[in-house]
């Protein structure tokens, strides 16, 4: 309950994991049919980047300032919507200091008949996540457990969907509890999206949790994987990944190009860098 997102918005984590919710949201939309979004924690929503906190750190400049400064071809479609929630569309909010975070991002994507949950338990960052969706009739707000709401909010009415999950990683046993949540969202939402973040810091933890995954029977998982350097030393964040569950048609196509154009963009030449798609189950 210490994290706080506020410290790291807009990094090149935050960059990786929200160029693919874009292209996930956008590929659920290629049909007509509403879809619901669940965003497990969703922390205050958005982040002002010449805030103390983000100030303190300065990860944003090694992140989605660049994008914006220099914005890839590949990644016009995320860069463009943070800037237009920046100019004040599609948000309750305008700065051009902001950092979007999830729930607006995916706010700002939604139809008229598409729904938006999002929770958040840790007591300072719900208030504000409240205030920014009041009065929204197309987003819930619920001051819950992440892993609790996987049970109480699934399956949607919709049918059809997207559950992000991305935890704070305190707990050291934070990669069992994110297969376990996978696996109990699943069983209750088996035609559903989860995407799913975790850190990169040392490749042993990461290859736990892939085999968790391959055990549990859940089929068609794949995951996107940004390096910015090989993980030799587990102190640092070396790199993330998302593990997508049902992927939408030619999520590994189209989202290599995405982490290729991150990689070179934000990665520099320090050796180990790379972007790689990788599947862990057949359909």
Known sequence: M????????????????????????GALQRKPAPIFVLDTHAGTGGYDLMAEDASRTREAEAGILRLLADPPPALADFVGLVRRIQDGGGSRVR?????PGSPLLIRALLRPDDRLACCELHDQDYPALRRLFARDPQTATHHRDAWEALGGLLPPKQKRGLVLIDPPFEAPDE???????LAAGHARFPTGVFAAWYPIKRLAAVRGFHHAMQASGIRDIVTAELLLREPLDPSRLNGCGLLVINPPFRFETEALPLLLALRDALCGAEPGAAATILRLADE
Not at 16 to 22: D, N, R, S, T, W
Not at 95 to 99: A, G, I, K
Not at 175 to 181: E, N
């Open 95 to 99: 700065s051009e200091n902001l950092y």
């Open 2 to 25: 210490n994290y706080r997102h506020a410290f790291h918005a807009g990094n090149f984590a935050d960059c990786m994991k929200h160029a693919l919710l874009v292209w996930l949201v």
């Open 175 to 181: 990669f069992d509890r994110l297969a376990r949540g």
